[in-house]
Structure formats: C-alpha cells, structure tokens
C-alpha cells in the first residue's frame, strides 16, 4: 500500500509547468508516481520537460496555452481525462509579475492583464476542476499566492492585488467544499530562485533589500516549494482547508 504522503497513482493539473516552481512540482509528482498534465505558454519548453519526464520513466503530457484563454481550463480537465482517466489535483502556479511602477501610474491594461494571468487564471481553472473533484468526492487544489499577497509590495501593485485576491479566494473555496472531500489551500513564497528573479528589475538594491528581509539569508529553491506542494496535494493532507502556507525563510510573522 502505498504512503499517505505519496502521490502514486495521483492524476494531476499543473499550470506554469516550465517554469522554476512548476517544472520542480511536475518532477516531484512524477518522482512519486503521479500522472501530470504539464501546461504552459512554451511549447518549446514543454516538449523539453514532458520529454525528460517520460524518458526517465515518468508520466506526462504536455498542453500549450496561455492561462488567460477561457477554453484551456476545460481542455485541461478533459486532456487528464483522455489520457490519464481522470482528475485528482490542481495545481494552480502560473503566474508572472508585470515590474516596478507605482500604483498610481499602473495603466489599466496593465492591471487588468495583470489581475487576469494571477488571479482569474486561477478562477477558470477552478470552475472547470471543481465539478470533477466534486463528483469523485476527493480533491486536492493548491492555488500559488505570494507573501506579496500577504503584506503588499511596493512597485507591484496589480501582482500583490492579484496575489491577496487569491488567498480570499482560497479562503472561501475552501469552506465551499469543506465537506465535499476537496481541500483547497495556498501558498505563500517569498523570494524563490526560479525565473522570476531573471527578470531585469530583480538585481542590485532590490535584490540586496528582499535578501536582507529573509532572516535565512537567501532564496528558496524550486525544490523546496515542490516538496510543500505535494504535501498539500496529497491524501496525507486531511484536516487543512482554506489555510495559506508560508515559503519565506522566516519572513513571514503573520
Ligand atoms: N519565484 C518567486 O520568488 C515567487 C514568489 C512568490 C510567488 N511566486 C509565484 O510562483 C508561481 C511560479 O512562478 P516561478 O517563480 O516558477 O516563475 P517562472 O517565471 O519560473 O515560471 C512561470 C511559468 O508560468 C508560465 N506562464 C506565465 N504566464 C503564463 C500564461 N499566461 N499561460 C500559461 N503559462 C504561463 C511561464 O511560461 C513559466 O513557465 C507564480 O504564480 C508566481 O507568482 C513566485
């Protein structure tokens, strides 16, 4: 019989799959015997990863889409159905920031596209999920949030809006289905080495100022995140819903 903690057999949605913290959870999923749908902008990329993953022996398709496209949530679900025949866990991690403007000068477009890739993303995929995990009785989702979500950030404004709207969401989903076998939680990274910090503005001062904010005295891995993520999205997990989950190196104090 397989670990609690394991997630063999396990049939699963990741989004953002290529990147830092997705293709480190699609990895670890695979490690432990799960099926995964990797989904991503980057086809390219996605070739690459699913690629790796099934020569090393693992289970993987590979869906190309951009979050935002209201029919890829649907086409997900059905993809892990075809192909795996059926749906355990969501993974809710694509997510981008968009640089460093004050609020006041944020152009709407910028918002709205902002909130859109981190926060209605998560929305669609949820809706599209949820009738399923509802029907099997069993469900795991882990929505990505961010200690931005948490406390602000500023220069960010539209990210850390997007991020607090869905630890709410997470919140209310949570007690939604609190009965109905699904459990629905988030987590909160602070700074992880992922491609995020490739980004232009994350270098000098700023980097130096966010470092100095983690009393670890650095940045998280991809790894380090995967290893809560499967936790959370496993059969061990059974008395935690609607809970935020802190990645911060001791940042975090609230
Ligand atoms: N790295 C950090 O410090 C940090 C901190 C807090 C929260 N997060 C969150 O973690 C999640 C993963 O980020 P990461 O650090 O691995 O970054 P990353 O840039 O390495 O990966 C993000 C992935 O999402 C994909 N993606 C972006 N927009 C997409 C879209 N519209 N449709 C489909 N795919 C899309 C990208 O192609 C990329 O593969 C994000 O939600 C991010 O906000 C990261």
């Not at 398709?61 to 059926?86: H, I, K, M, Y």
């Not at 980097?207 to 499967?230: Q, S």
Request: proline share 5%; glycine share 12%; net charge negative.
């Amino acid at each position: 019989m397989p670990a609690p903690t394991s997630l063999a057999g396990q049939i699963a949605i990741i989004t953002g799959a290529c990147g830092g913290i997705g293709a480190a959870t699609a990895r670890r999923f695979v490690r432990d015997g799960a099926h995964v749908v990797c989904l991503d902008l980057r086809q390219d990329a996605l070739d690459e990863l699913v690629g790796q993953i099934t020569e090393a022996g693992g289970s993987a398709v590979g869906l190309a889409g951009d979050v935002t496209d209201s029919e890829l949530p649907a086409r997900a679900v059905a993809l892990a159905q075809e192909a795996f025949g059926g749906l355990d866990i969501l993974v809710n991690n694509a997510g981008m920031g968009s640089g460093m403007v004050p609020l006041w000068e944020v152009e709407p477009e910028t918002w709205r596209r902002d909130l859109e890739i981190n926060l209605t993303s998560q929305f669609m995929f949820i809706r599209a999920a949820v009738p399923v995990l509802i029907e099997r009785g069993y469900g795991r989702i882990v929505n990505t949030a961010s200690a931005a979500g948490m406390e602000g950030h500023a220069l960010s404004g539209p990210y850390a809006a997007a991020k607090a709207g869905v630890i709410a969401m997470t919140k209310t989903l949570g007690k939604e289905l609190a009965q109905k076998g699904v459990v629905v939680n988030a987590i909160a990274p602070a700074l992880i080495g992922s491609g995020m910090l490739e980004q232009p503005w994350f270098s000098g001062e700023v980097k130096r100022t966010l470092l100095e904010r983690i009393p670890m005295g650095r940045v998280g891995e991809p790894e380090e995140v995967a290893e809560m993520v499967a936790f959370l999205s496993s059969p061990a997990l059974t008395f935690s819903t609607g809970a935020v989950f802190d990645l911060s190196g001791g940042r975090a104090t609230y």
